[in-house]
């Protein structure tokens, strides 16, 4: 329980220190710069699972289709919606509206206990005081939704897949089969200016959004997801505004405002509410989740 809690929370953290880097890829072309930060991972990812000696698994019918809806909805429509939304409203309503991934996942990971369900409702409200209860129109309300959906098949798609996988194979072979359709979306709307040589501030964004945000935080993800259940783990997402939140002070860029610490005082409280649950892994989709996680 102790290293899924660890790993569900530093993954959750890590992605929230992407706001820190956002402003050394602002000028880079987006989907082809998505498409780049993919490749990156995909080919760390692969290397790794190469060098420690994880054998290629044949995957059933099914289990192809689950594998190509996480990479579709839970990376590549989750990015383009996230980046329509954050152009239509700014990122506070898409902020705003991630915000109820907790709620969500504790909801459909089974029968919640009511401690995990009270968790949730604390994660959601700290996380939307934190991203600001923006304001937008009905099209980045409907993108914004579009990423509610992107970020619980993130996860949903992966649990039936991980006891047969593992986390760096999940990992792996989601962000490589995400690549094609980035590129594909970048020239249908960036054209041939998608892809161009990076400056060095832009490299390095990439590198680190490469490495840390995606390779790193996945795995740790994937990892914690089979120990804790949706659920439970569901909690560590209102980490992202919070690691946001640190990062943007430890860079000098933004400093927090009292509803930031504020909500991110409720985003732990929440955590804390929820874990005190004694919430054990869930069954989903009819897959028991082990005990522990195989990479």
């Not at 990479?71 to 954050?86: K, M, R, W």
């Not at 989601?174 to 040589?197: D, H, K, Q």
Request: charge should be positive; charged fraction near 10%; glycine fraction near 14%.
């Amino acid at each position: 329980m102790r290293n899924g809690v660890i790993g569900a929370a530093t993954a959750m953290f890590l992605v929230g220190t992407l706001a820190g880097v956002s402003g050394l890829i602002q000028n880079y072309p987006v989907y082809g710069g998505q498409a780049v930060r993919y490749l990156a991972a995909a080919v760390i990812l692969l290397l790794v699972t190469r060098l420690a000696g994880h054998r290629f698994v044949r995957l059933t019918a099914r289990e192809t289709l689950l594998l190509a809806g996480l990479s579709v909805f839970g990376l590549v429509i989750f990015n383009v919606c996230v980046i329509e939304a954050t152009r239509h409203a700014g990122p506070a309503l898409p902020g705003t509206v991630l915000g109820t991934v907790p709620l969500v996942l504790a909801l459909l990971g089974g029968r919640p206990a009511p401690r995990l369900l009270a968790g949730a409702g604390f994660v959601v409200a700290g996380a939307v005081l934190a991203a600001g209860l923006g304001s937008g129109d009905l099209p980045g309300l409907l993108w914004s939704l579009g990423a509610l959906v992107g970020e619980v098949s993130f996860s949903m798609l992966a649990i039936p897949l991980l006891p047969k996988l593992g986390a760096m194979r999940v990992s792996a072979y989601s962000t490589a089969l995400a690549v094609p359709l980035l590129v594909v979306i970048g020239l249908a709307v960036e054209g041939s200016g998608m892809l161009r040589v990076p400056t060095l501030a832009e490299g390095l964004g990439f590198a680190y959004l490469a490495v840390v945000v995606t390779t790193i935080a996945f795995f740790l993800w994937y990892s914690s997801l089979p120990k804790l259940g949706p659920g439970t783990a569901g909690l560590f997402a209102g980490l992202i505004p919070v690691g946001a939140i640190v990062t943007g002070l430890a860079l000098g860029v933004a400093v927090p405002s009292a509803p930031d610490l504020l909500g991110a005082a409720l985003v732990i409280a929440g955590i804390v509410v929820g874990l005190s649950g004694g919430a054990r892994p869930a069954d989903v989709d009819g897959v028991p989740l082990p005990a522990t996680g195989r990479s």
